[in-house]
């Protein structure tokens, strides 16, 4: 799953809640057991979830999708590239991207050193510009 893809350990613990129609980790919601950075990632989880899930079951699916800032709020320590959840955030938006369109609107400083140049497949690419990513493809 994506949480296993981008290095979330604890995947054990998570699931979703109908009641709340949210994740929780533990029986905890989002909220009550994480901070502002971690729920802006589980934000961006659910979404990435959603989407996958609409497009396998929905004739009404876009077929892209748009996130603002995914890791707003989201600390690992300055610059941490490979082996960290942003990175495997990044790496599995790589990889879902191979056969829709996903763009990123994030902070540069968020993204510090990541890779966006290799790809998974030839018709992904992953762009940089100032604060703009977008990951489509062609």
């Known amino acids: 799953g994506i949480l296993k893809d981008s290095g979330f350990s604890g995947t054990d613990n998570v699931g979703f809640s109908r009641e709340t129609f949210d994740i929780e980790i533990g029986g905890y919601s989002k909220a009550e057991e994480q901070g502002k950075g971690y729920c802006a990632f589980f934000n961006t989880v659910m979404m990435l979830a959603f989407h996958d899930y609409l497009n396998r079951r929905s004739v009404h699916a876009p077929g892209w999708l748009l996130i603002d800032t995914p890791l707003l709020g ?41 890779d966006s140049t290799s790809s998974p497949s030839p018709k992904t690419r992953l762009t940089g510009v100032t604060d703009i990513w977008t990951a489509w493809s062609t």
């Open 74 to 114: 989201f600390d690992e320590g300055a610059y941490t590239a490979n082996g960290s959840l942003r990175s495997g955030l990044f790496e599995h938006l790589k990889l879902q991207a191979a056969n829709q369109q996903i763009i990123i609107l994030e902070n540069t400083d968020h993204i510090g050193e990541l």
